[in-house]
């Protein structure tokens, strides 16, 4: 459907208005707690793409692998080739590979003493917690605890916290939540497997 000229600059001059007036109230500066979580492809891919944007503004960004464990991974050696990075793999690999509760309650507190370190440290601007939420989900971690310190950061720090089963509590504390969920599948749709470049 076609449309008249004079209704289009009509439709356009409201839209222009309506997003001046959004910015005009929008004067708060802060960091924010952001949260990618859901069944759904591409939780991780939108932080590391927000870790690009901080990294093109010379922002220092710090990077915690919760579960991914270390196999070769495409983002962690791109990322790690830039100097205001610090990309920290600390997971043992997915938790039904390692079966063992006590090992990955060990690994989920070395890795959450790099990330109170970086919250700690001025230097960092952005911390992402990959695959946090799962971890919080299993209770390797205490929620509360987690929940407290995240609350406690800096004012200017931004963090994200990637990851299926996001807690109630944090999605109550975040500043910015996004539930990513699957319409359609390669994988369980097709048995196609994961692909280079696109899962990995």
């Known amino acids: 459907m076609s449309t008249a000229p004079s209704d289009h600059a009509r439709l356009t001059a409201r839209r ?3 997003y001046e007036r959004k910015q005009a109230h929008a004067t708060v500066e802060k960091g924010l707690l952001i949260v990618y979580t859901g069944p759904g492809k591409g939780k991780t891919t939108a932080a590391f793409g927000m870790a690009l944007r901080a990294i093109g503004h010379g922002m220092t960004v710090g990077i915690v692998q919760f579960i991914k464990g270390r196999q070769d991974s495409a983002e962690r050696a791109v990322l790690s080739h830039f100097e205001n ?5 600390i997971g043992d690999g997915f938790t039904w590979l390692t079966q063992d509760r006590e090992r990955d309650m060990a690994t ?3 890795a959450w003493a790099e990330v109170e370190r970086m919250i700690q440290e001025a230097r960092y601007e952005l911390v992402i917690l990959d695959e946090l939420n799962p971890v919080l989900h299993y209770g390797y971690l205490d929620a509360e605890r987690v929940l407290a ?7 200017e720090l931004h963090i994200v916290v990637t990851g299926r089963n996001a807690p109630s ?3 109550e504390q ?4 996004s539930n990513i969920h699957s ?3 390669p994988y369980r749709e097709q048995g196609v497997k994961a692909q280079r470049g696109i899962e990995f």
Request: glycine share 4%; no cysteine.
């Open 16 to 18: 222009k208005a309506g």
């Open 85 to 89: 990075v610090d990309f920290q793999v």
């Open 108 to 110: 989920a507190e070395r």
């Open 149 to 155: 310190i995240l609350s406690r950061r800096r004012p």
């Open 169 to 171: 509590a944090l999605i």
């Open 174 to 177: 975040a500043d910015l939540v």
């Open 183 to 185: 319409v359609k599948h």
